[in-house]
């Protein structure tokens, strides 16, 4: 659990934290978005000392970050930056093992690790001795979210990480990421600029202008009260579709089937459709067509618009 | 880029060849020389060119590996100390130092050290102390910042970051440096002559006094095949 209170920093004359309160809770992935200069990346930096606030304190389980020297405490917590940072003169093997290698693990263990999370994030063996300048956007970002889980930490700091790869790219990186956390549980906190890239990672989305965390909520509740004008134009008015990304066409059924629908290409499908109806098969080979009025009744059945 | 360490470098040994053939064929070659620049072959130096070549070496090598101590240990101390103003004082001082006349920083050492080796030491020290100091501060500074600060994220001291991170990746800005500090030096080393210091400055010294054509040769034929040599051998 990492528990921010009353957090202020300033640069010169401009406040990028003011008087900030974050309670995250274990195993959950928050994310911190609002637009350049908001705060964010201070935000997330003074979590791991990498940022020194002028006044406040941030708890990490409970006891006051301060209290640890800050490379024992950024051994603990991994992470992960936009330009993933790769040390270039590193193979890919080095690179992930070299926090576990700080924290004097034993050959074997690394060993097993590294194979264990290259495995997880979809690289193959024999990318361990190439190095960085020979993989692609995606697959150093792959790496470097390897390095950022080395040592198998319980906190996760992610800024940005996936900005700087191509659209197609990110896609992929981010689905991947999801079931990575579904697996692992890890405390993420993670920085974005982009509301989609939020919806479809967040257990609760912290949405920041000026300094100041203006909404705090799970990415569904966030449709139901936007009623601070910042976060509405931030969201965007097309927030509630947006959101549908989240769910999948299972959730709608209550079946549970490999279709990879999301509800958001299901609406596509209904848009494109003239009479509005989209046929799909069930898991027991059924047919069933879904129409509007089906999304919107699965969407206000528990508030889950 | 495996095959490239192993494949043998024709210019390299060419150099090589070429510098051997000199220091040890030119007793057997001189009279040949001599009858075609009409000089006596009588004049030629009392100390042998082998013997000439290697004190040329001890007194460059000596002076540079110094150099190279303390510039590398003063550009580590300048960068871990974070201080652009304390940086730029050091490069500051290290032209300063670069732009006094090697004749004079020679003269000026010689009531400190006396006569001989001491004097030119101290020049070459002084002149290869800029160049290798100052590509390791602009080597170190040029870093990528994504990676320094991926190397302090994830738990590394400054030390560690310097040593592990930034060090190697500064080595070919480095190695440059100190490439421009020993071509800088072999040449710079033949006006120790001037002091009673040994090296091949004594036969070129030797020869412009006794206008004597094949002893300037003898020496700087030398000289520029090792600078040559050395250009050649720490090409990056």
Redesign the interface.
């Known amino acids: 659990m990492i528990r921010i209170a009353q957090l202020v920093k300033n640069y010169g004359n401009i406040t990028a934290l003011d008087r900030v309160d974050l309670t995250i809770e274990e195993g959950e992935c928050v994310v911190l978005i609002g637009p350049s200069g908001c705060g964010k990346s201070t935000l997330l930096r003074s979590i791991?000392r990498?940022v020194q606030p002028d006044s406040g304190s941030v708890y990490v389980d409970e006891q006051d970050i301060l209290n640890y020297p800050?490379?024992?405490?950024?051994?603990k917590i991994g992470?992960c930056?936009?330009?993933?940072?790769?040390?270039?003169?590193y193979t890919v093997y080095e690179n992930i093992a070299?926090?576990p290698k700080?924290l004097k693990w034993s050959k074997a263990k690394i060993e097993e690790r590294v194979d264990f999370l290259m495995d997880l994030t979809g690289l193959p063996k024999e990318y361990k001795t190439k190095k960085p300048h020979e993989l692609s956007g995606g697959e150093a970002q792959r790496v470097g979210v390897c390095?950022?889980l080395a040592a198998d930490p319980d906190i996760l700091?992610m800024d940005e990480p996936f900005g700087a790869v191509d659209p197609m790219t990110r896609v992929k990186i981010q689905t991947a990421f999801r079931n990575i956390q579904k697996e692992l549980k890890k405390t993420v906190v993670f920085v974005t600029h982009d509301v989609e890239e939020a919806v479809l990672l967040a257990d609760k989305i912290a949405v920041m202008q000026n300094g100041k965390i203006l909404g705090y909520d799970t990415p569904s509740n966030f449709a139901l009260h936007m009623e601070e004008e910042f976060v509405r134009s931030f969201l965007g008015v097309d927030y509630p579709v947006k959101l549908l990304k989240r769910h999948n066409i299972d959730d709608l059924l209550n079946q549970e089937s490999d279709s990879k629908l999301t509800l958001n290409e299901l609406l596509a499908g209904m848009l494109e459709s003239p009479n509005g109806g989209v046929t799909i098969q069930n898991a027991n080979g059924s047919k069933q067509t879904l129409y509007f009025e089906d999304l919107t009744h699965y969407l206000h059945k528990d508030d889950q618009v | 880029m495996i095959r490239r360490k192993f494949r043998i470098d024709l210019m390299l040994t060419f150099y090589f060849i070429a510098l051997l053939l000199w220091v040890f064929g030119f007793e057997s070659f001189k009279g040949t020389l001599a009858s075609l620049l009409g000089s006596g072959i009588g004049l030629v130096s009392r100390t042998s060119l082998p013997v000439l070549t290697w004190q040329h070496i001890q007194l460059v090598a000596l002076a540079s590996s110094a150099a190279i101590l303390v510039s590398l240990l003063l550009g580590m101390i300048v960068h871990l100390t974070r201080n652009e103003e304390a940086e730029s004082l050091v490069m500051k001082l290290g032209s300063i130092l670069e732009t006094i006349p090697s004749a004079a920083v020679i003269a000026l050492s010689i009531p400190l050290f006396g006569y001989g080796n001491g004097p030119v030491l101290m020049a070459l020290w002084v002149y290869a102390i800029l160049p290798i100091l100052r590509n390791t501060i602009v080597g170190l500074q040029s870093i990528?910042p994504?990676?320094?600060?991926?190397?302090?994220?994830?738990?590394?001291?400054p030390l560690?970051r310097l040593l592990k991170?930034e060090m190697?990746?500064a080595r070919p800005m480095i190695l440059a440096g100190i490439k421009t500090a020993l071509v800088i030096n072999i040449s710079l080393a033949t006006i120790g002559a001037t002091v009673g210091a040994g090296g091949l400055g004594v036969p070129i010294i030797a020869g412009i006094r006794s206008y004597d054509p094949l002893l300037v040769l003898q020496g700087s034929i030398a000289v520029i095949l090792m600078a040559l040599l050395t250009e050649r051998a720490l090409r990056s």
């Open positions: 791991n990498m800050p490379e024992t405490l950024r051994r992470y930056i936009q330009n993933v940072g790769l040390f270039p003169h070299v926090v700080m390095r950022a700091l | 990528n994504s990676i320094q600060d991926a190397a302090t994220g994830i738990g590394m001291s560690q991170i190697p990746l």
